[in-house]
């Protein structure tokens, strides 16, 4: 009988338009620990139409920018002038992951700092236009103290 879902790819899979992919691979490899499990690269060219990795057991899905596929669009973040989406990971050191990532080639956007919410948490946009964003579990907040917190912020803009 098959498994209607594949072992270690319950929950969301992140998949990511990387240009390029094999570039994009080995970086998650080294900034992040990735592991890759699969590629299929398109019959004739270096570019990957499909690139399997995990971090920490978990997949996501990268594949190359295929502007001719995506009615002449190209949908790398570089190309669209950003991202909207963050990918967001718990870490055992949030001041360690940032730093990687910052070693192997990523722009931190925000260093690593304790939020009022009780994680520590930095952001790095890697060298591909994607967002990742690193916490480390720090206390718990009461929904008084969060509701306190917000309300010393002050209004955005």
């Known amino acids: 009988m098959t498994q209607e879902i594949p072992p270690g790819r319950d929950g969301l899979i992140p998949h990511l338009v990387c240009d390029p992919c094999s570039e994009a691979a080995d970086f998650y490899k080294e900034a ?38 995506c009615d002449g669009k190209s949908q790398s973040p570089k190309s669209l002038g950003g991202t ?11 001041d360690a992951a ?9 722009t931190v956007k925000m260093p690593p700092t304790d939020m009022f919410w009780g994680d520590r948490y930095g ?7 994607h967002t990742w964003s690193f916490a ?7 929904p008084e103290e969060l509701g306190e917190a917000m309300k010393n912020m002050g209004s955005p803009g």
């Open 84 to 94: 909207p989406v963050t990918i967001h990971r718990y870490v055992p050191d949030c």
């Open 123 to 129: 952001v790095v946009i890697d060298p591909f236009g």
């Open 98 to 106: 940032v730093a990687q990532a910052e070693k192997a080639g990523a």
């Open 32 to 69: 992040f620990g990735a592991i890759e499990k699969f590629r299929l690269p398109m019959e004739g060219s270096t570019k990957l139409m499909h690139c399997e990795m995990t971090i920490d057991g978990k997949s996501f899905f990268m594949a190359d920018d295929f502007p001719d596929y």
């Open 136 to 142: 480390t579990f720090q206390r718990e907040v009461s």
